[in-house]
């Protein structure tokens, strides 16, 4: 079964940092481009970062770029988003994504809430 | 970027009837046109990619038209389990962007 699982959410002051995971099963991880999108409470959703399959090229949305760095671990077939200087408007839902058989997003995982508040 | 705009916000239509729910790209997506239905608490799935085809294990009553600027969603006889938020998403320039969602509430 192809399967994303996120962890590491949770709940961190402004200015702190918070590092998510997520973990691939059930297909290649190596060979797919894997993206972090977001949901902020009641809102839409929101791409906010991308990597190739080997790592070697790197994507943010404007607004993360400086504070957010994403990375994988092919061996491990892991995918991570360290997040810090982090901010209020930072705090969503976040879900790994890929597509496998389109372009689009045909997998995602459960997702993991991040809470950024004092 | 390319900005998504989806309408209406909200839309109230009886179970057995048809819905149909607009997105209009702010530039020329081509096909590269993807429907997502999100019910809450859960994550997104896929319903239709490049514009016009069918998800992997998605009813035939969900049918996606359009092309370059304007897209349409259509549901030809809603269910009770199709009544979520659909949002759109181009994927045809970086960085992908998607509509602000329109809520299928049930008359």
Known sequence: EVQLVESGGGLVQPGGSLRLSCAASGFTFSSYWMSWVRQAPGKGLEWVANIKQDGSEKYYVDSVKGRFTISRDNAKNSLYLQMNSLRAEDTAVYYCASGITTAAFDIWGQGTMVTVSS | ?107
């Open chain 2, 1 to 107: 970027e390319i900005v998504m705009t989806q309408s209406p916000a909200t839309l109230s239509v009886s179970p057995g009837e048809r819905a149909t729910l607009s997105c209009r790209a702010s530039q020329s997506v081509s096909s590269n046109l993807a429907w997502y239905q999100q019910k809450p608490g859960q994550a997104p799935r896929l319903l239709i990619y490049g514009a016009s085809t069918r998800a992997t294990g998605i009813p035939a009553r969900f049918s996606g038209s359009g092309s370059g600027t304007e897209f349409t969603l259509t549901i030809s006889s809603l269910q009770s389990e199709d009544f979520a938020v659909y949002y759109c998403q181009q994927y045809n320039n970086w960085p992908v962007t998607f509509g602000q969602g329109t809520k299928l509430e049930i008359k």
